[in-house]
């Protein structure tokens, strides 16, 4: 089992930045591609970033790339989103999750993660 803890959210105003972080505790999940999902009230879970295991290989969704950077600590068990630039269209509440079962080398949908956490919320003002 692996249990993964999002902290790092809250209220920023357009142009701001929040450094999320990822805990995972258990097993762990050194191994595992972590990314980041994003969920806006009544719309679907959005993929947001993935990082792979050996913290070189990364991908973004279209609309964070260049604002947002992932990276991933593994001797502290801790996987990072820095956002900078925000943009009210960011706010949601953002999960992290670990793929340990895919095969994909950038998992980007959610039922390819096994491990989520319970989300932290961020909310950008005008």
């Known amino acids: 089992q692996v249990h993964l803890e999002e902290s790092g959210g809250g209220l920023v105003e357009t142009g701001g930045s929040l450094r999320l972080s990822c805990l995972a505790s258990?097993?762990?999940?050194?191994?595992?591609?972590v990314g980041w999902f994003r969920q806006a009230p009544g719309k679907e879970r959005e993929f947001v970033a993935v990082i792979r295991a050996n913290g070189g290989n990364i991908f973004y969704a279209n609309g964070v790339k260049g604002r947002f950077a992932i990276s991933r600590d593994n001797a502290k068990n801790t996987v990072y989103l820095q956002m900078n630039g925000l943009k009210p269209e960011d706010t949601g509440t953002y999960y992290c999750?670990?793929?340990?079962?895919?095969?994909?080398?950038?998992?980007?949908?959610?039922?390819?993660?096994?491990?989520w956490g319970q989300g932290t919320q961020v909310t950008v003002s005008s």
């Open positions: 258990g097993r762990s999940f050194s191994s595992a591609p």
């Open positions: 999750a670990a793929a340990t079962r895919s095969d994909s080398a950038y998992p980007r949908n959610p039922g390819q993660y096994d491990y």
